[in-house]
């Protein structure tokens, strides 16, 4: 069992910047491949980005790619989501989750956060 903990969410201008966080329990975290997902008011949540177990590699969807940057510290067990050059349209409600493969986890996760929110004002 993963329980995840989302924080750093708020209310910032176009063109500003935020840190999500993602705070794991337990002590398999370094074993689990981590993603994070979003969804906006009326829409279905989406993939935003997703690391690998070691930290290696990284996936992004195309919408934020070359903004967002997805990194994680396995001796604190956090993965974060660095977002930089936001738009009115990421605004959305961003889930961290947790998958034993990074195989298919644009398409869903094993364990999920409760979400944390974030405004973009344009």
């Known amino acids: 069992q993963v329980q995840l903990v989302e924080s750093g969410g708020g209310l910032v201008q176009a063109g500003g910047s935020l840190r999500l966080s993602c705070a794991a329990s337990g002590r398999t975290f370094s074993t689990y491949a981590m993603a994070w997902f979003r969804q906006a008011p009326g829409k279905e949540r989406e993939f935003v980005a997703a690391?690998?177990?070691?930290?290696?590699?990284?996936y992004y969807a195309d919408s934020v790619k070359g903004r967002f940057t997805v990194s994680r510290d396995n001796a604190k067990n956090t993965v974060y989501l660095q977002m930089n050059l936001l738009k009115a349209e990421d605004t959305a409600v961003y889930y961290c989750?947790?998958?034993?493969?990074?195989?298919?986890?644009?398409?869903?996760?094993?364990?999920w956060g409760q979400g944390t929110q974030v405004t973009v004002s344009s």
């Open positions: 690391v690998t177990e070691s930290g290696r590699s990284t």
């Open positions: 989750a947790a998958r034993k493969t990074v195989v298919g986890i644009r398409h869903g996760s094993d364990y």
